[in-house]
């Protein structure tokens, strides 16, 4: 009775306080969207892992009180967040009983945490076992002399991990068809998917180039990005080399960086698309001891990007293409495959996707549930994609027009989702054994892995936490499970909007310090 007391007088105590909902509207505009795609760009400002020694109360009804106090006590210590909008919401998934809610009705904008919604609409849609292909076709096989007299094809049904070395697979084994000589054109089919390249939202930044903001395409290579590498020599020289080889596509015209002793790295990409070429203009400085650098870049054209690369392959491999000019359009029903390149399982990509919160891949993701799902046959556009998340969704008691979640990876203005909402998303996920095991190993290990590496270490919470992160301008956001045993995991989202300048590590220090408290309720040491 003592324990049940102490529970609800803790409750009466502090009940207002935590009751208190937040009006004002999400954050819709950031000045900055998510670099690289790893959208933790730090473990906060220090003061976090203080909590490290956090006791709970041993009676079960008097650990809750505790944590109402404890998670209380944590937002009302960071004057410098005062003007954030601030929303948390933990439930226990063994009796699914919400431990703590603050402000969890208010719809904030989730930046990366939207890959968590992506990610299970995506599980539950495509199924465990989905994989993309990618295929070369040829209308009539080569004849004695190596020699195939028409086209050859490459069918691009939207593989956003096909890499380089895929290409060279796929020429690998066409050389070994004994095929030698192509007198038609390459002919690209990027049917999969429509032509429209910009994810939803991407337009508000339309002056970036980083490889972050690539365009999604049913044919792209090395996420539709290419990258600059520049290593500094002795002297005061640097060297500037472009991957992949695309045999000429690709043209560095400007080589103008030096290696520094002092001073700051400072490097500059630029690109000019040509009829028949891109040229690359690298400028600035390198500091000597940091050694290397490398810069993604997007692509603009990411077929004729993969196509570049695919020939390129073929040549090495002594097959040449006779007709320099590309053909576009869908493979005629008489050619017979000749090379096919599988993608891993989804599973694996999801997890690629989340550890590293690759944005590309969550486009592709998007769209590919609209291409597998639409009604009618044709490329698949991005209101298919939407279509399928919102259809899948709300079958788990999240129905269209109560969120907002208008692209896959959470960039720019395109999310409004309460800590609510997340916390139904992740419990049903976790309830659903063709689900959840699959979502719970695609997010980032508290202090191991992805963009939770560097958090929680020396904490007792380190290797019990597996979230997602998400950070823009404005925006921190984390969401996901805790648990120190299979029996007995706890889901959580704690969103900030609106964070003052320069106070994203002391919005990640509430978020540790917070996850630090729930898992001493679970008992952690």
Known sequence: MKGGAAYLVGLLALGALVGISIHSPPALSQGTAEGSGDDDDGAGSGSAGSAGALVAPPLPAARKAWVVEKMTRSLQARPVLG?????????????GEELFAANADTKLNLASNTKLITAVAALGTLGNGFRWRTTVL??????????????????????????????????????????????????????????DVEPPHFAEQPKERAGFRAPVASLGVARSSFTVQVIANPGGGASVTLEPDTGGYFQITKREVTSVTEGRTRLRVETKVKRDHVEVEVTGAIRYGEGSWEIRRRVDDPARFAAEVFR??????????????????PVPLTAKPIAVHQSNPLPDVLRFMNKSSDNYVAETVLKTMGAETRATPGPATWVDGFAAVKSYLATLGLPAGSYKAENGSGLFASSEVSAHQLITLLSAAHKDYRIGPDLLQSLPIGGFDGTLARRWHGSPARGRVRAKTGTLDKVVTIAGYLATDSGHPLAFAILLNDVPPGQRGAARDLMDEMVDVLAAYLGAT
């Open 138 to 195: 040829v209308e009539q096989p080569a004849d004695d002399a190596g020699t195939v007299a028409g086209d050859i094809y490459l069918r691009g049904k939207g593989d956003p991990t096909l890499s380089v070395s895929a290409l060279e697979g796929l020429a690998t084994e066409v050389a070994s068809r004994g095929v030698r000589t192509i007198e038609g054109r390459l002919v690209l089919d990027t049917s999969y998917f429509d032509n």
């Open 312 to 329: 390129r392959a073929l040549a090495d491999r002594g097959v040449t293409i006779k007709q320099r000019s590309l053909g576009n359009g």
């Open 83 to 95: 003007r954030a909008k601030i929303a948390v919401a933990v439930t226990d998934l063994m009796t």
